[in-house]
């Protein structure tokens, strides 16, 4: 499809040129500005996504070693109370021994 201006001679035109170009020239760097922002604002929400992901990652890592330290100290605690345990039976084995000696 041809554009207006191929089609429509410049005199077709009601307003005059001295009106009619500064219109445009104001509509254009409007529409550029426009489009220069949201491509701004598109960059900084790109990053700002990729920092969140990295920051998400990362407290997924913590939360996992986090985990992992907490069972192995549940797993000490579990064999130093089974040691307390045997220790606590000897000592009451070798009460009985010295009482009957």
């Known amino acids: 499809m ?4 191929a089609t429509t001679p410049a005199s077709a035109f009601r307003t005059p040129p001295r ?3 500064p219109k445009l020239a ?9 489009a220069t ?3 701004c604002q ?3 929400e790109k990053i700002h996504s990729r920092d969140l992901e990295i920051s998400r ?3 997924k890592e913590r939360a996992g070693d986090a985990a992992q330290q907490l069972q192995e ?3 000490q605690l579990q064999r130093a109370e089974a ?6 039976s000897q000592i009451a084995q070798l009460q009985d021994d010295s009482k009957k000696n």
């Open 83 to 88: 040691d307390l345990v045997e220790a606590r």
């Open 42 to 44: 598109y960059r900084k």
């Open 2 to 5: 041809d554009s207006p201006t």
């Open 19 to 21: 009106i009619l170009i």
């Open 37 to 39: 922002a949201r491509k």
């Open 57 to 59: 990652q990362r407290w």
């Open 26 to 34: 104001r509509s254009r760097d409007r529409w550029k500005a426009k």
């Open 73 to 75: 100290l549940q797993q």
